[in-house]
């Protein structure tokens, strides 16, 4: 079939192989979903670290919030596309291969995970002190603070961060797409641009902003419920 340029080259349906689209899209959603429980997880973790050392005068303290800020500010600037290059070595000592969705991971982690780092230490910062010295005065640990008091008051910030977070990681992925890692991205690249097939592109296109809206959507729909405020 010759491919037609210009504006109707967008609306050439039958150049579609959909089981091939449909197949891309559950790449994009399973690396989208594993790489945002990860982030999620690691994200976490880094967030409350930089929280809970942040403005202690211990040696350890201030060794450990500065290692942590420095990997966070680092890789929270190198644009993705450099960085998936960067890691390739990584990735296929890692993952035994430099290509295909699971490729991608580590490079999606590196880049989302110092993000919403900051974003969970801010959330926690948001807390009101009052509440954190009130439960502290009744005699709270460290740790019953942070399940009882941090988790539930910063809950619906984390939430929301994370859901801006998974919309950056779909953006990710399509990146990585580009240089091999599957999925839509890739699908729309080597199908769609480099085939001069506009149509693949475009719905390609439409269907990661689908996912976009439902990401949205849910993350939403979580907050309203467990804002209570």
């Known amino acids: 079939m010759a491919n037609i340029n210009g504006f109707q080259s967008y609306f050439q349906f039958k150049q579609i192989d959909w089981p091939t689209m449909w197949e891309a899209t559950g790449e994009t959603v399973w690396l989208t979903a594993v790489s945002v429980l990860l982030v999620a997880i690691l994200g976490f973790l880094l967030g409350l670290v930089l929280y809970q050392t942040n403005g202690k005068t211990d040696f350890m ?5 500065g290692i942590i800020a420095l990997f966070v500010n680092v890789f929270r600037s190198v644009p993705f596309i450099i960085l998936i290059v960067l890691l390739i070595p990584m990735t296929k000592e890692l993952m035994g291969t430099m290509i295909g969705p699971k490729a991608a991971i580590p490079a999606l982690i590196v880049s ?118």
């Open 61 to 65: 303290s201030r060794l450990l919030n």
């Open 112 to 229: 989302a995970a110092p993000f919403y780092a900051r974003l969970v230490e801010l959330a926690f910062r948001e807390v009101d002190s009052g509440v954190i010295e009130a439960t502290r005065a009744l005699g709270a640990s460290k740790w019953q603070i942070i399940w009882q008091v941090l988790l539930p008051e910063s809950m619906p910030a984390l939430v929301s961060g994370l859901t801006v977070t998974a919309i950056s990681l779909l953006g990710y992925t399509a990146m990585a797409g580009v240089i091999g890692a599957g999925g839509l991205g890739n699908l729309a690249y080597t199908e769609g641009f480099q085939a001069n097939q506009n149509t693949i592109t475009l719905v390609a296109t439409i269907i990661i902003l689908i996912i976009v809206f439902i990401c949205q959507k849910a993350g939403d729909i979580i907050i309203a419920k467990i804002d209570h405020r």
